[in-house]
């Protein structure tokens, strides 16, 4: 019982720490919003949890690649792969962020973030009250 309670904190840990890394990515989409020619870098979460919990990668990625490249800047291990995101409306400028998409993914990759460390906060709760016998 107790290893499974483990297993389950670990997964959310894993979870969070592709959140922090997912979040890291949106906020520099934003902060990059007026920047000429800057390409918004986001990954799938989804594939990117399959990958690091070791339960297979779905095949087809929700990112369209312009150049087969792309998807190589993150070195294999070094976390989730950034592909760029193809812009729905292209710029005169070259730049590919759409800052409402983005602030949208913010606060949503935010609130799921939140979500999980309440997941492991309760997960911590349940173990200690299952050794103390409460």
């Given at each position: 019982?107790l290893?499974?309670?483990?297993?389950?904190?670990?997964?959310?840990?894993?979870?969070?720490?592709?959140?922090?890394?997912?979040?890291?990515?949106?906020?520099?989409?934003?902060?990059?919003?007026?920047?000429?020619?800057?390409?918004?870098?986001?990954?799938?979460?989804?594939?990117?949890?399959?990958?690091?919990?070791?339960?297979?990668?779905?095949?087809?990625?929700?990112?369209?690649?312009?150049?087969?490249?792309?998807?190589?800047?993150?070195?294999?291990?070094?976390?989730?792969?950034?592909?760029?995101?193809?812009?729905?409306?292209?710029?005169?400028?070259?730049n590919?962020?759409?800052?409402?998409?983005?602030?949208?993914?913010?606060?949503?990759?935010?609130?799921?973030y939140?979500?999980?460390?309440?997941?492991?906060?309760n997960?911590?709760?349940?173990?200690?009250?299952?050794?103390?016998?409460?």
């Open positions: 019982m290893a499974r309670m483990v297993d389950n904190i670990g997964f959310h840990g894993q979870a969070l720490e592709l959140r922090a890394q997912r979040q890291e990515a949106l906020a520099s989409n934003i902060a990059n919003a007026d920047t000429p020619g800057y390409q918004a870098r986001d990954f799938d979460f989804g594939a990117a949890l399959r990958n690091a919990t070791g339960t297979g990668v779905m095949p087809g990625a929700t990112l369209a690649l312009a150049d087969p490249r792309h998807l190589t800047a993150a070195g294999a291990g070094a976390g989730p792969r950034l592909g760029y995101r193809m812009p729905e409306q292209p710029s005169l400028d070259g590919t962020v759409d800052l409402d998409r983005e602030r949208a993914n913010f606060a949503d990759n935010s609130v799921r939140e979500a999980t460390l309440r997941f492991i906060d997960g911590v709760r349940t173990m200690l009250s299952a050794i103390r016998g409460d």
